[in-house]
Structure formats: structure tokens, C-alpha cells
């Protein structure tokens, strides 16, 4: 082929709407030398069959971005590229069968305000008025949300792929990657069946195939694609007189209806109806050794199955009675790509260099604008304009084999529609990282929680406590958890308690200019040998990259240690900055550690372990506990006297069984959290994102602009500073009623929005509700009266002193 291209900048591997939508953006950005690979024709994979339903409802703040840019693009995409397409924004109608999925609705319509998305609440009688066929007798609301619709899939795929090559770009189709070789200076050479192709990025947008193509990459330091496939169906019924009467006379198309408490979707298609369930007892493919994916699916199904969806399809006829009286004209039964948490993959591909991820998208067509956009940004610019944590590959380390992957893609796939409370843990999958003292943990009445794969106790139960999975479907503070935090919080207040905490991140750098290199990449100022202290690392806006522990053991020898969520994400903003000489070290499983936070904390210590307890905070020591070698790090994220205490996983058992028995109560991660918001302390992906500045965040303590190096964001901190920030970190005390504030709560003052909240939790020590968050900067006035919106109700809040709410000059801290 006399045009086939040898060099590209970016080569793109998948033609669905994924793909075309990053070949686009790129464009859009400028980088118009970049090449989209297909093996068959565009959409042959999941994008050709997919029901093309493009909402905005989501209560990840991430995801209602990418959405909400979608349905923005697509209504202005035919015109802008000359591509007609057929996009009908009819709005959605959203029913709710419980009080509980109300206050989801609320939360969700809160957070759509925030973004321009017009949703409201709506009376069963409202409904009705906008959906004349429907049945609203048992119904205790509904949301609307007028910017929802359909499009069709393939136009849409073309008329990015059309727009991508009116700006230069090329799509090279039939024409299957056989594999990818990284050269010396980090480069890729991608083989396809007609030649190779030169580039400087690559990215893997390959759909259902995505785990396939990854495996290339496990020779550049890849790994297995966290990744399963689901068998979907949904059905087309054959034409109803009455749905042409009523869009006839209308103009336009019914609303689209979700009954997401029974699990499906109903839409007008054409004259009749497409229905769409996600049930319970759902179906895998290509799990087992009989069953193994094919070379090539393109343009494929599978046989129905309609008696796996058949109560269901019951239900929405009772729903809408005029669907019975309709035949099925035919069913769609196709492969849908599934990530354990049901979020695709978008972002740098873990551990190689120049490697990118648009792949195993649940909702390729809702999320594919802004997929295309985010993917865009990240290699472009190295940053996106919204944190994009909740779809980062990054967020998942090496549990994810892949039973843990087939299971929970089971399980999100039959509870699609379910709501996340805060204090639910799904069961599937779990057990694959755990702590020396699990057991027990289990044993002293440990309720677990999973972070980042590792079993942690979120709370103590006593015998009598409701532990099952019900008692924690509810949005409220209140369960058979409550009064246990309590006195969880109150052990460490008054005595001393123990939390196990594996997982916490750590990375060993060491090597001659180890010191200079961390000056030149956190924001502020490094600790003395025998030391310890925060540090953050700023992307180029100054925004919040990262917040790590550093301590120092001597001149150029450091540990990192950093959020166990963090662990690969931060893993790579070291490797990627260090320089040759340098030695960093993943040492994450190598060790164990506790908390041990209270008042009495130097007294049970001073009978276990021969550390100088005399030593004040923020110091470090190797010591013995129990007889055991361990280090002793002086620092407490509950806000009491206390230390960490690491130590080589085989020690840990008899150290924790000492701690218990010299009088340590053992206590949870809610507990925690509650011991931490009062203090004021961030945690990292809800108060530290990328959505934030170091300013903005409260931060400047840990900024040093005078400092000679240059760092990351510097240009743009010292502007920012110049101009003053538009937002600041406000503690607010919350006059809440049952529950206290989500994260990307809205902020109120006078009518309009101001804010958002970052977290927010009960303070048992203060005994009031507290939330964090940002709020526009003339208001951040201790004082000042605002309102925080929780799940639908606005509840006075009042702004704090710019100081922890516990213990403000933290002498407890420092005892």
C-alpha cells in the first residue's frame, strides 16, 4: 500500500466509538499525525450492537462529567463535521420505588445543578402527565432529566471518524495489530498484517479485546487487563399503534423510561419499544476453557435468552400495559466489555511508558465524547481538566486476576442499578489481600472493608450487632455501626487504640542526589535525617497531584509512603521523574503496620518496647516491640499522642496480640475517618484531587516559592498566588439531620451554589457534623452561614476557624 503510514504520532488500536472519539479530540488538539487501526470495519465490536441510550445520571462526579460533555458534543457534532446523525434528546423519566432511592435521585439532581444539568424531582402525577402510558400507582418519585436520549451508534462513529479525517487523520481498516515492540528511547513500533508503523504513543482502545492486546504490552512492564465480558440483551417489540399516534401528535419521541429499582430501561425505538434488562442471574462469556473468546467476533451475537430477563420483562409490561400488547420483533444479545467496578479504563497504562488506555467501557456510547476528550488531554498535555481518578487504570494493583475480575463484573453487571451506601461493602471477590492477623481481627468482631484489594476492619461489632448485608442499605449515620465508632473514637480519645493497616503504600529511594531530585519535584521543603514530614508533588496547573509521607533516614535515603489506593499512581510519578543513578523500590508487601493512637499510647509502649518514647512528633526510630524489630514513626492521622508501627510481615502477629493484651482497643477505618475530618486532615482523592489547587486546598504551609529548584506547578502556584485563589478549604459544622455529607455535596448561599463539599462524617470527639470542602473565597469567613445539600435538604451550616476543630493547637497531638 503506496499510503499506508510508516510514523505516527499516536497509533490507536480499535475502530469503535472509543477509538474514533480519541482520534477526534487529538485532532481537536492539534496532534493531527496520528493513525486509528481496525481489524475489521468501524463499530464491529460492542459499538454496532450497543442500544445507543446516551445519559448523564451518575453519582460519580468523574463520570457525570464525561457524560454531560457527551450529550453537549453530540448535539452540535452532525453539523460541525457534515455527518447527519440521528440523536434524540427526549429526557429520561427515572422511577423510584423507595425512600432511599429518592435520596439518591436528590444527590444525584444536586450534583447535575452543579454541573448545568437541568434535572429535577417530579410528583408520580407529573410523570404521568409526560408519559400518559405509564403506570405510577406504587411509585414514591421520579427524576427527570431532560438532556437524556438516544443516538444511533454507527453514525455517531462515523461522524467522529469523518471529522477526525477532515483534520488529517488516518484510519487504516482491516488491517488487525499483531503487536507492539517499545524501542530504546521509549518509542513504539506497532506490527499490523500490512506493516509496521512508528509512533510515540500508543493507545489500546480495543473494546471486549482490550485484555487481549494488553498482553503485548507485559514485555514493557504491562500487565493483565483488569477485565471480563457479559452477555447483554435487549429486545425490540414490534410496532404499537399508540406510540405513533402519541409522537404524531407530539412532535417527538416518548421520554425514556428507567426502573432501576426492578433493573431496566424502556425507550421508544421507532414505533415500538427497546427494553433493556440488567438481571440478577446473568450470564458470562469467554470464562472458561470451553468457552474461550474467538480470534474474530466482529459483527457477531449470541442466541437469545430471553428466560433470564423474562420477570423482568414482565414487570415493565405491567409498567406500561401498552407493551404487552405488542409482539417481540427481535432480541440483541451481545458481548459488553466489564471492569470489576463497572468504570472504564482511561488513563497511562500501569507500568509502561507512552502507553495509554481507552478500553472496557460498560457505556461506550454515553461516555465516548468525553472518553475521547480525557484521553486527548492526557496525552496532549499530561493532565485533564476534571480529576479522573474514578476511571484511571491506576486504580486497580495485582489483585485483579482474573476470577476477582469475572466475579465482580458478574456482579456489577446484576446490580447495575443499585445504590452505593456508605456503608456497604460487596461481597463478591473479597479475601484477596489480607493482613498476619486477619483472623483475628475476624475474631474480635472486624466488620471488613476492601481498599485497594487489602481487607481492612472498618468497624468492631459485638455480639448481638446486626452484620448482615441489609442493615447497611440505608444513606443514614445511624445502624448497628454507630454506637461502635463511637466508642471507638472515644478508646483513643480517652485510652489508646490499635488499627491494622495493610496495604499502606511505601517506596525506598535512595542513591547519591536522591535529596536534590525530591526538592525539585515536591512543592516544599524535605525533612532532617531522623525526621518526617508531608510533602505534595503539583501537576503544571498547581493543582493536587499527590500527598506523601517522607521520611528521611539520612542524607539521600527516603521512604515514601503514600495512600494504599495511591500505590501505582504514585509508584509512577516517581519512576517517571527519576533519574538514572537512583534506586526506587516498590516495598508495599514487604511490611505490616498499626496505629497506635491515645493518650495512653506511650504508657502501653513503655511497657513492650524499648523505644525512646521521649522523642517528640515527627520523628522516626528503629526500636523493639513485643521483642520484636519494628520502626516507630511519631505521627497519628486520628490527632491523639501515638506512632505507626512498621514491621516485617512474620513479626506483626506477636506485636498485635501484645498491643491487645497490654489494654489497646482495636479500631476501624470509620472510626478513622471520623478521627480525621475533625482534625481537618485530607485524604487523598476526595479532599486532594486534581479538581483543586495546593492554594485552594489550604496548602501553602507546604509550598516554598523561594526555594532555588524548580518544581512541578511552581509558574502556576506563584500566579495563582499573585491573583489570589477563587476557592478555599472551609471546615464547616453542619447542622445535618440523619446523614451527613457525600463528597460533591453543593455548597448554598443565598439561592445560588457556592461550593462543594470534599468529604464530610460525624465527630464523635466534637459530637457535631463536620464537612469539608470549597466554598468561594470572600465567603471563607469564620461565621459566615451557608447551607450544605444533603440528599434533597438544605441544612445551615456555619464556617469554621481556619484550625482543627479537636485539639486546635494540638497539644494531644504533641504531648
Same mark, same amino acid.
Given at each position: 500500500?503506496?499510503?499506508?503510514?510508516?510514523?505516527?504520532?499516536?497509533?490507536?488500536?480499535?475502530?469503535?466509538?472509543?477509538?474514533?472519539?480519541?482520534?477526534?479530540?487529538?485532532?481537536?488538539?492539534?496532534?493531527?499525525?496520528?493513525?486509528?487501526?481496525?481489524?475489521?470495519?468501524?463499530?464491529?465490536?460492542?459499538?454496532?450492537?450497543?442500544?445507543?441510550?446516551?445519559?448523564?445520571?451518575?453519582?460519580?462526579?468523574?463520570?457525570?462529567?464525561?457524560?454531560?460533555?457527551?450529550?453537549?458534543?453530540?448535539?452540535?457534532?452532525?453539523?460541525?463535521?457534515?455527518?447527519?446523525?440521528?440523536?434524540?434528546?427526549?429526557?429520561?423519566?427515572?422511577?423510584?420505588?423507595?425512600?432511599?432511592?429518592?435520596?439518591?435521585?436528590?444527590?444525584?439532581?444536586?450534583?447535575?445543578?452543579?454541573?448545568?444539568?437541568?434535572?429535577?424531582?417530579?410528583?408520580?402525577?407529573?410523570?404521568?402527565?409526560?408519559?400518559?402510558?405509564?403506570?405510577?400507582?406504587?411509585?414514591?418519585?421520579?427524576?427527570?432529566?431532560?438532556?437524556?436520549?438516544?443516538?444511533?451508534?454507527?453514525?455517531?462513529?462515523?461522524?467522529?471518524?469523518?471529522?477526525?479525517?477532515?483534520?488529517?487523520?488516518?484510519?487504516?481498516?482491516?488491517?488487525?495489530?499483531?503487536?507492539?515492540?517499545?524501542?530504546?528511547?521509549?518509542?513504539?513500533?506497532?506490527?499490523?498484517?500490512?506493516?509496521?508503523?512508528?509512533?510515540?504513543?500508543?493507545?489500546?482502545?480495543?473494546?471486549?479485546?482490550?485484555?487481549?492486546?494488553?498482553?503485548?504490552?507485559?514485555?514493557?512492564?504491562?500487565?493483565?487487563?483488569?477485565?471480563?465480558?457479559?452477555?447483554?440483551?435487549?429486545?425490540?417489540?414490534?410496532?404499537?399503534?399508540?406510540?405513533?399516534?402519541?409522537?404524531?401528535?407530539?412532535?417527538?419521541?416518548?421520554?425514556?423510561?428507567?426502573?432501576?429499582?426492578?433493573?431496566?430501561?424502556?425507550?421508544?425505538?421507532?414505533?415500538?419499544?427497546?427494553?433493556?434488562?440488567?438481571?440478577?442471574?446473568?450470564?458470562?462469556?469467554?470464562?472458561?476453557?470451553?468457552?474461550?473468546?474467538?480470534?474474530?467476533?466482529?459483527?457477531?451475537?449470541?442466541?437469545?435468552? !430471553?428466560?433470564?430477563?423474562?420477570?423482568?420483562?414482565?414487570?415493565?409490561?405491567?409498567?406500561?400495559?401498552?407493551?404487552?400488547?405488542?409482539?417481540?420483533?427481535?432480541?440483541?444479545?451481545?458481548?459488553?466489555?466489564?471492569?470489576?467496578?463497572?468504570?472504564?479504563?482511561?488513563?497511562?497504562?500501569?507500568? %509502561?511508558?507512552?502507553?495509554?488506555?481507552?478500553?472496557?467501557?460498560?457505556?461506550?456510547?454515553?461516555?465516548?465524547?468525553?472518553?475521547?476528550? %480525557?484521553?486527548?488531554?492526557?496525552?496532549?498535555?499530561?493532565?485533564?481538566?476534571?480529576?479522573?481518578?474514578?476511571?484511571?487504570?491506576?486504580?486497580?494493583?495485582?489483585?485483579?486476576?482474573?476470577?476477582?475480575?469475572?466475579?465482580?463484573?458478574?456482579?456489577?453487571?446484576?446490580?447495575?442499578?443499585?445504590?452505593?451506601?456508605?456503608?456497604?461493602?460487596?461481597?463478591?471477590?473479597?479475601?484477596?489481600?489480607?493482613?498476619?492477623?486477619?483472623?483475628?481481627?475476624?475474631?474480635?468482631?472486624?466488620?471488613?472493608?476492601?481498599?485497594?484489594?487489602?481487607?481492612?476492619?472498618?468497624?468492631?461489632?459485638?455480639?448481638?450487632?446486626?452484620?448482615?448485608?441489609?442493615?447497611?442499605?440505608?444513606?443514614?449515620?445511624?445502624?448497628?455501626?454507630?454506637?461502635?465508632?463511637?466508642?471507638?473514637?472515644?478508646?483513643?480519645?480517652?485510652?489508646?487504640?490499635?488499627?491494622?493497616?495493610?496495604?499502606?503504600?511505601?517506596?525506598? !529511594?535512595?542513591?547519591?542526589?536522591?535529596?536534590?531530585?525530591?526538592?525539585?519535584?515536591?512543592?516544599?521543603?524535605?525533612?532532617?535525617?531522623?525526621?518526617?514530614?508531608?510533602?505534595?508533588?503539583?501537576?503544571?496547573?498547581?493543582?493536587?497531584?499527590?500527598?506523601?509521607?517522607?521520611?528521611?533516614?539520612?542524607?539521600?535515603?527516603?521512604?515514601?509512603?503514600?495512600?494504599?489506593?495511591?500505590?501505582?499512581?504514585?509508584?509512577?510519578?516517581?519512576?517517571?521523574?527519576?533519574?538514572?543513578?537512583?534506586?526506587?523500590?516498590?516495598?508495599?508487601?514487604?511490611?505490616?503496620?498499626?496505629?497506635?493512637?491515645?493518650?495512653?499510647?506511650?504508657?502501653?509502649?513503655?511497657?513492650?518496647?524499648?523505644?525512646?518514647?521521649?522523642?517528640?512528633?515527627?520523628?522516626?526510630?528503629?526500636?523493639?516491640?513485643?521483642?520484636?524489630?519494628?520502626?516507630?514513626?511519631?505521627?497519628?492521622?486520628?490527632?491523639?499522642?501515638?506512632?505507626?508501627?512498621?514491621?516485617?510481615?512474620?513479626?506483626?502477629?506477636?506485636?498485635?496480640?501484645?498491643?491487645?493484651?497490654?489494654?489497646?482497643?482495636?479500631?476501624?477505618?470509620?472510626?478513622?475517618?471520623? !478521627?480525621?475530618?475533625?482534625?481537618?486532615?485530607?485524604?487523598?482523592?476526595?479532599?486532594?484531587?486534581?479538581?483543586?489547587?495546593?492554594?485552594?486546598?489550604?496548602?501553602?504551609?507546604?509550598?516554598?516559592?523561594? *526555594?532555588?529548584?524548580?518544581?512541578?506547578?511552581?509558574?502556576?502556584?506563584?500566579?495563582?498566588?499573585?491573583?489570589?485563589?477563587?476557592?478555599?478549604?472551609?471546615?464547616?459544622?453542619?447542622?445535618?439531620?440523619?446523614?451527613?455529607?457525600?463528597?460533591?455535596?453543593?455548597?448554598?448561599?443565598?439561592?445560588?451554589?457556592?461550593?462543594?463539599?470534599?468529604?464530610?462524617?460525624?465527630?464523635?470527639?466534637?459530637?457535631?457534623?463536620?464537612?469539608?470542602?470549597? %466554598?468561594?473565597?470572600?465567603?471563607?469567613?469564620?461565621?459566615?452561614? !451557608?447551607?450544605?445539600?444533603?440528599?434533597?435538604?438544605?441544612?445551615?451550616?456555619?464556617?469554621? *476557624?481556619?484550625?482543627?476543630?479537636?485539639?486546635?493547637?494540638?497539644?494531644?497531638?504533641?504531648?
Amino acid at each position: 500500500m503506496s499510503d499506508f503510514p510508516t510514523k505516527a504520532r499516536v497509533v490507536i488500536i480499535g475502530g469503535g466509538v472509543i477509538g474514533a472519539s480519541s482520534l477526534y479530540h487529538l485532532a481537536k488538539k492539534g496532534w493531527t499525525d496520528c493513525v486509528l487501526l481496525e481489524k475489521n470495519e468501524l463499530t464491529a465490536g460492542s459499538t454496532w450492537h450497543a442500544a445507543g441510550n446516551v445519559p448523564t445520571f451518575s453519582t460519580s462526579w468523574a463520570i457525570m462529567n464525561m457524560q454531560r460533555y457527551s450529550t453537549e458534543l453530540y448535539a452540535r457534532l452532525g453539523e460541525e463535521v457534515d455527518y447527519p446523525m440521528n440523536y434524540h434528546q427526549t429526557g429520561s423519566i427515572r422511577l423510584a420505588h423507595t425512600k432511599e432511592r429518592i435520596q439518591e435521585f436528590e444527590r444525584a439532581c444536586s450534583m447535575g445543578r452543579y454541573q448545568g444539568i437541568g434535572m429535577e424531582m417530579w410528583t408520580p402525577e407529573q410523570a404521568k402527565a409526560n408519559y400518559p402510558f405509564l403506570e405510577t400507582h406504587d411509585l414514591e418519585g421520579v427524576l427527570w432529566d431532560p438532556s437524556d436520549g438516544d443516538i444511533d451508534p454507527a453514525q455517531l462513529t462515523q461522524a467522529l471518524a469523518k471529522g477526525a479525517r477532515d483534520m488529517g487523520q488516518k484510519i487504516i481498516r482491516f488491517c488487525p495489530a499483531t503487536g507492539v515492540t517499545q524501542k530504546e528511547d521509549k518509542t513504539w513500533v506497532v506490527h499490523t498484517e500490512k506493516g509496521d508503523i512508528e509512533c510515540d504513543y500508543v493507545v489500546n482502545a480495543a473494546g471486549y479485546y482490550a485484555q487481549r492486546v494488553g498482553e503485548w504490552f507485559k514485555p514493557f512492564g504491562g500487565r493483565t487487563v483488569p477485565m471480563m465480558v457479559m452477555s447483554h440483551q435487549y429486545l425490540l417489540t414490534e410496532q404499537i399503534d399508540e406510540v405513533e399516534a402519541w409522537s404524531k401528535e407530539h412532535g417527538k419521541k416518548l421520554p425514556l423510561i428507567r426502573d432501576v429499582d426492578v433493573s431496566y430501561y424502556l425507550r421508544q425505538e421507532k414505533n415500538g419499544y427497546n427494553l433493556g434488562p440488567y438481571e440478577p442471574n446473568c450470564k458470562g462469556h469467554w470464562m472458561t476453557d470451553d468457552d474461550r473468546m474467538p480470534d474474530d467476533f466482529s459483527f457477531q451475537l449470541w442466541s437469545d435468552d !430471553l428466560d433470564r430477563i423474562e420477570d423482568i420483562v414482565t414487570d415493565a409490561m405491567e409498567r406500561v400495559p401498552l407493551m404487552a400488547a405488542s409482539g417481540v420483533s427481535s432480541v440483541i444479545n451481545g458481548p459488553i466489555p466489564y471492569a470489576p467496578d463497572g468504570l472504564p479504563l482511561i488513563g497511562p497504562m500501569p507500568g %509502561v511508558d507512552n502507553a495509554f488506555e481507552a478500553c472496557v467501557f460498560t457505556f461506550g456510547i454515553a461516555q465516548g465524547g468525553g472518553a475521547g476528550k %480525557v484521553l486527548a488531554e492526557w496525552i496532549v498535555d499530561g493532565q485533564t481538566e476534571w480529576d479522573m481518578w474514578a476511571v484511571d487504570p491506576r486504580r486497580y494493583t495485582d489483585y485483579t486476576d482474573q476470577d476477582y475480575c469475572d466475579k465482580k463484573g458478574m456482579e456489577v453487571y446484576g446490580n447495575e442499578y443499585a445504590m452505593h451506601f456508605p456503608h456497604h461493602e460487596w461481597p463478591a471477590a473479597r479475601g484477596k489481600k489480607v493482613s498476619q492477623v486477619h483472623d483475628k481481627i475476624k475474631e474480635l468482631g472486624g466488620q471488613m472493608g476492601a481498599y485497594n484489594g487489602w481487607e481492612r476492619a472498618n468497624w468492631f461489632a459485638k455480639p448481638g450487632d446486626d452484620t448482615s448485608e441489609e442493615a447497611t442499605h440505608t444513606w443514614g449515620r445511624s445502624g448497628p455501626w454507630q454506637q461502635r465508632i463511637k466508642e471507638e473514637c472515644e478508646a483513643v480519645r480517652d485510652s489508646v487504640g490499635v488499627l491494622d493497616l495493610p496495604g499502606f503504600s511505601r517506596f525506598n !529511594l535512595e542513591g547519591e542526589g536522591a535529596a536534590e531530585f525530591l526538592r525539585g519535584l515536591v512543592t516544599g521543603g524535605l525533612p532532617k535525617a531522623g525526621r518526617m514530614n508531608l510533602v505534595y508533588i503539583a501537576d503544571e496547573r498547581g493543582r493536587i497531584l499527590t500527598e506523601m509521607s517522607c521520611i528521611r533516614h539520612g542524607e539521600d535515603h527516603f521512604t515514601m509512603i503514600t495512600a494504599g489506593s495511591a500505590q501505582w499512581h504514585d509508584f509512577e510519578i516517581l519512576r517517571k521523574a527519576l533519574p538514572a543513578g537512583l534506586t526506587l523500590t516498590d516495598r508495599t508487601t514487604d511490611f505490616a503496620t498499626m496505629i497506635v493512637t491515645g493518650p495512653k499510647s506511650r504508657e502501653l509502649f513503655a511497657g513492650l518496647s524499648d523505644a525512646d518514647l521521649s522523642l517528640g512528633w515527627l520523628t522516626h526510630q528503629e526500636a523493639t516491640v513485643a521483642g520484636k524489630p519494628a520502626f516507630l514513626a511519631r505521627v497519628s492521622y486520628a490527632g491523639e499522642l501515638g506512632w505507626e508501627v512498621h514491621c516485617a510481615n512474620e513479626h506483626q502477629a506477636e506485636i498485635y496480640a501484645a498491643l491487645i493484651e497490654g489494654g489497646a482497643k482495636p479500631f476501624g477505618m470509620y472510626a478513622l475517618n471520623s !478521627l480525621r475530618i475533625e482534625k481537618g486532615y485530607r485524604s487523598w482523592k476526595g479532599d486532594l484531587s486534581t479538581d483543586f489547587s495546593l492554594l485552594e486546598g489550604g496548602l501553602e504551609r507546604f509550598i516554598k516559592l523561594d *526555594k532555588p529548584q524548580g518544581f512541578p506547578g511552581k509558574a502556576a502556584i506563584q500566579r495563582e498566588k499573585q491573583q489570589g485563589p477563587k476557592k478555599t478549604f472551609v471546615t464547616l459544622i453542619v447542622e445535618a439531620g440523619d446523614a451527613d455529607a457525600p463528597y460533591m455535596s453543593c455548597i448554598w448561599k443565598d439561592g445560588g451554589i457556592v461550593g462543594e463539599t470534599t468529604s464530610g462524617d460525624w465527630g464523635y470527639r466534637v459530637n457535631a457534623s463536620i464537612a469539608l470542602g470549597m %466554598v468561594r473565597s470572600d465567603l471563607a469567613v469564620p461565621g459566615t452561614e !451557608l447551607e450544605v445539600e444533603i440528599y434533597g435538604q438544605k441544612c445551615r451550616a456555619v464556617v469554621q *476557624k481556619d484550625e482543627p476543630l479537636w485539639d486546635p493547637v494540638n497539644e494531644r497531638l504533641r504531648a
